[in-house]
């Protein structure tokens, strides 16, 4: 599926670098005008070492986040646990004598 849309983006920019329109008018005393225009868009080259790196990069960046969450998350249940341990010592019954 990437190569069918990698090939259909490569068909569509080159298809569309370069457009040239040509306009032919004949006046009322036979005599022939022509004029031609040819428009030409640069397309940037696409760097795949390049891109490969980056999305190495975005990948690696990815699994940081979901380290960093999840120490995030171990450190938040640890302090609630202790808290909850606190809040019970507190409040145990007193006893009667």
Known sequence: ???LV???LCVLVAGC???TETSTTVGD??????ST???SAT???VDTTATAEIKSDVKGAASDVAKG???????TGTALEEAGKKIQEKSKPTKKN
């Open 69 to 75: 969450a999840k120490a995030a998350a171990h450190a």
């Open 43 to 45: 397309v940037p080259s």
């Open 6 to 8: 990698a090939m259909a």
């Open 1 to 3: 599926m990437k190569i």
């Open 17 to 19: 670098t370069q457009k």
């Open 29 to 34: 005393t036979s005599t022939v005008s022509s």
């Open 37 to 39: 225009t040819t428009v």
